[in-house]
């Protein structure tokens, strides 16, 4: 499959809802048209995107295609799980969750992703440990009711076949493989660096907010078999000790436990807390006698290519934490 090749290029600002400033050309770049906003003076130094005639389900998917530079027309994903995703507020419309898309507002979802007439629907579909019951089948067969057949994208063998596949059908080909390239660098980099890391480490894995307007701080614990722990603690050799600070029974929501204190979490005698969110948040909640407190960012498998990176931070923190189990100390080979 092969997209059309009219497009037209778009350059967005990142971690703005608008770019100050918008190029826009035709693919056989005959004219160009600057939109300039009122505020101009502050350009957007952004990169270039081609805006192309697709839509695209599951984030995981959607990264490739920011990276490969292409936005879709639309996007189905979880946007509070991907970091990245405001970068496409100025050119893709988002649609909404896998959740939303599989409940009773599919319906109307449906009918958009139809007035929009893409070229190709893609469906690289996202699971979520905390939607189960989503079922990528049960999307496609919708989808199918709708009468549009999508393509879809595996990552079952990780995302180098999925980027070749986009690549390939988006005509980027070369982009791919450099894409491809680097992230194997880059995975392999980070594997180097969990050699280093010492086994049995305890960490607490704390997801902070801080309300800006009143001050109030919210903190979380997330819960054992989440995203850290498949993800980062178990190719680490890591511990996740809220096996030890949760009750049978604890009321988990999305993963996580709401804790108006740190107390169980101390008493846990964790190596670290690694705060995800908000890093200020889960520090003014911790003991001012445990100083381990290091921000470090959360991975649900919302974009595979930035795994490398993630790991790496994590890695390079618990490389230089002494277990306080002295049985932990030896370092893998």
């Known amino acids: ?19 100050a400033l918008r190029t826009v050309v035709t693919w056989s770049c005959l004219a160009a048209l600057l939109l300039i906003s009122v505020n101009a003076s502050a350009a957007c130094k952004g990169e270039a995107y081609q805006k192309r005639p697709i839509v695209v389900i599951g984030e995981r998917a959607v990264a490739i295609c920011l990276k490969l530079k292409v936005a879709p027309l639309a996007w189905v994903g979880r946007k509070n799980l991907w970091d990245d995703s405001s970068q496409l507020n100025a050119a893709s419309e988002f649609l909404g969750c896998p959740g939303r898309l599989s409940g009773s507002d599919g319906k109307a979802m449906l009918e958009r992703i139809r007035e929009l007439a893409p070229e190709t629907v893609y469906m690289g579909f996202s699971s979520c440990l905390y939607r189960p019951g989503i079922k990528r089948e049960m999307l496609v067969n919708k989808f199918r009711e709708a009468g549009i057949e999508p393509v879809m994208i595996d990552f ?54 801080f309300q800006d307007t009143t001050g109030k701080v919210f903190t979380r614990l997330e819960a ?50 690694a705060a995800t969110g908000d890093g200020l948040a889960v520090m003014l909640r911790a003991s001012s006698a445990f100083p381990a407190v290091f921000p470090l960012p959360l991975y649900a498998d919302a974009d595979p290519l930035a795994y490398p990176e993630i790991l790496t931070r994590w890695a390079s923190v618990l490389s230089k934490i002494e277990p306080e189990n002295p049985a932990a100390r030896t370092k893998s080979q």
């Open 224 to 273: 054992p078999g989440g995203y850290s722990d498949r993800f980062i603690l178990k190719p680490c050799g890591a511990v996740n000790v809220a096996g030890d600070v949760l009750s049978e029974g604890a009321t988990i929501d999305k993963g996580h436990v709401q804790m108006r204190k740190l107390d169980k979490v101390m008493a846990a005698r964790p190596d670290l807390i």
């Open 1 to 19: 499959m092969r997209i059309s090749m009219e497009k037209t290029c778009i350059r967005l600002c990142p971690n703005n809802s608008r770019p």
């Open 156 to 209: 079952s063998q990780g995302p180098a076949p999925a980027v070749r596949k986009l690549a390939g059908d988006l005509g980027v080909v070369q982009a791919g493989k450099e894409l491809i390239r680097d992230y194997e660098k880059r995975l392999a980099a980070a594997k180097k660096r969990l050699a280093k890391v010492p086994k049995g480490i305890r960490v607490a894995v704390v997801s902070g907010s």
